[in-house]
């Protein structure tokens, strides 16, 4: 049982972890929970490599993780997770200087945003959240099966709750867009990543975990208005919704990346810092069932892969 919960802060979690000669990659890297996840796995002795899609954004998070983790590695890659090509040319470029990588934290996303379409014409959530860091793993895949035992972070949210993933329609080319059912299944997407990870290269000593973070104020909702602010609260006062702080959002993706509590174990969903439970009524918290399908994360494998248009070696 984990001795940390939803009060946990980053720097709780990595009190007792030594990261020392560990390569840790982490997308979304130039705001919010991802320059914390990299802060935080500097400061307990890693090299970060810093992953996002904005230059100029990324150059300001990379200096201002140098200042406060003075005399860490830090390098730094772009990738636009919305463009396949980039995706590829930000990979090789990653591979480049990290032969082996131990962690990778998939932390980037976008958020109940209108319709879009990615590079390859891609639903944008569904594109950026899932087929974006699939494409991005599977790339660095070599380098993870190096780094063994490593572990790949996904970072999936509550919001997996709202829907499964619709395998016969995933871009939103049959049927009227709604931007949260949208991102409720870029999210069950992340999991069942999670769980076809596992099962294909858990063996083989790279382990795959699910995080929701928790509700966190970051630039991830900056599509967001009042309407989506009371949607999301239910029947609670907006105001008093449990946001945590970003050291706090980011406690449960460092903890899955790093507690001894879960070596060697994968397919799994976490959330304020504990493995959870499978979801009951309507409770915030804990797991769909259809999020940990198997059988369901097979489909998706093969579907993302199919749209792609490239199959990857496994296990």
């Known amino acids: 049982m984990s001795q940390f919960d939803h009060t946990s802060t980053t720097n709780d979690v990595i009190a007792d972890i030594n990261l020392h000669g560990k390569r840790v990659v982490v997308t979304g890297a130039s705001s919010g929970l991802g320059v914390e996840t990299a802060r935080v796995m500097a400061a307990a002795g890693a090299a970060v490599t810093l992953v996002a899609r904005d230059q100029d954004k990324l150059a300001t998070a990379l200096a201002g993780l140098q200042e406060a ?10 990738a636009d997770l919305a463009d396949l090509d980039s995706v590829r040319t930000g990979a090789a470029a990653i591979l480049a200087h990290a032969p082996q990588i131990d962690i990778l934290v998939n ?4 958020m109940a945003c209108p319709l879009l379409r990615t590079a390859q014409g891609f639903e944008m959530q569904f594109g950026t959240n899932h087929v974006g860091h699939f494409l991005l793993t599977s790339l660095l ?15 999936s949210s509550a919001a997996h709750k709202f829907a499964p993933v619709n395998l016969e329609d995933p871009n939103y080319q049959q049927r009227d867009y709604q931007k949260w059912q949208s991102y409720g299944e870029s999210k069950t997407a992340n999991v069942l990543f999670s769980v076809g990870l596992e099962q294909r290269f858990g063996a083989r000593g790279v382990h795959a975990l699910a995080v929701h973070p928790g509700m966190i104020a970051t630039e991830l909702g900056r599509h967001m208005d009042q309407a989506d602010f009371e949607m999301i609260a239910g029947d609670t006062d907006p105001a008093d919704m449990p946001y945590k ?7 449960t993706s460092v903890w899955a990346a790093t507690s001894p509590e879960l070596a ?3 397919g799994l969903y976490l959330e304020d810092c504990h493995i959870a439970e499978p979801a009951a009524g309507d409770s915030r918290g804990g797991v769909e069932s259809y999020a940990l399908d198997a059988q369901a994360a097979d489909q998706l494998w093969s579907l993302t892969e199919e749209l792609i248009g490239e199959a990857f070696a496994t296990g």
Do not use: C, E, Y
Request: hydrophobic share 55%; no cysteine; aromatic share 2%.
């Open 245 to 251: 702080s970003i050291p706090a959002g980011a406690a």
């Open 69 to 78: 983790v003075p005399g860490a590695t830090f390098d730094a890659a772009i």
């Open 107 to 110: 932390n980037a996303g976008i």
């Open 264 to 266: 060697g174990r994968g």
């Open 141 to 155: 895949m070599p380098a993870l099966l190096q780094g063994a035992p490593a572990r790949v972070v996904n970072l």
